[in-house]
């Protein structure tokens, strides 16, 4: 069989492979998910090398079943490499590239790095800013996000302050009924309580 044949016969297994590990994932199975996220990302690597954005995303769906049951140091490993891999290949300012970063700082924050999670929220709301517009809802969600790594950090007053910013924006919006804008005001009535 040819390297093509090869890869033609095997991608509807690996997206078989992926589909399932992201439903045993969804139900909570993470070692079941990991076995299999394991192979997809082994086999896309020797089917379709390293750089391919399959395999970008085999590996970046391993890190956050890695980072769900707890082996966080192994899912930094992977998300920093996915992470410079995206900046080579896509450049900073792409959304994957984005991506990448906002679950690196997750991660960072899971392990205790809240300093390293800050400075990569803080990269990602300044280009989302830039690229997108203040009021796209991923930006409000970087927004967010950097604020609970503030408070992470002991920077409960920043924290606050940036949570009743995305609040307003929120409200502004979404109205104040929509779900992101009740997550919004729950995490800063928490963030509020914790200050008093």
């Known amino acids: 069989m040819t390297a093509s044949g090869c890869w033609a016969a095997s991608t509807p297994t690996r997206l078989a492979r992926g589909n399932l590990a992201s439903s045993y994932w969804q139900a909570g199975r993470t070692g079941e998910a990991i076995a299999i996220q394991e192979q997809v990302a082994a086999d896309s690597e020797r089917l379709l090398g390293g750089d391919h954005p399959d395999t970008l995303t085999a590996r970046a769906n391993l890190a956050a079943s890695y980072r769900q049951a707890g082996r966080t140091g192994e899912a930094i490993a992977i998300q920093e490499r ?115």
């Open 82 to 196: 996915v992470l410079a891999d995206r900046e080579r290949l896509l450049g900073d300012e792409h959304p994957s590239t984005l991506t990448a970063r906002v679950n690196l700082a997750a991660s960072y924050r899971q392990a205790g790095r809240t300093g390293e999670a800050i400075a990569l929220l803080e990269q990602v709301v300044a280009d989302r800013e830039r690229i997108l517009g203040g009021d796209h809802p991923d930006t409000l969600t970087a927004r967010a996000n950097l604020a609970t790594s503030y408070g992470q950090a002991g920077g409960t007053g920043e924290a606050i302050a940036l949570l009743e910013q995305v609040v307003a924006d929120r409200e502004r919006l979404l109205g104040g009924d929509h779900p992101d804008t009740l997550t919004a005001r729950t995490a800063l009535s928490e963030w509020q309580a914790l200050e008093y």
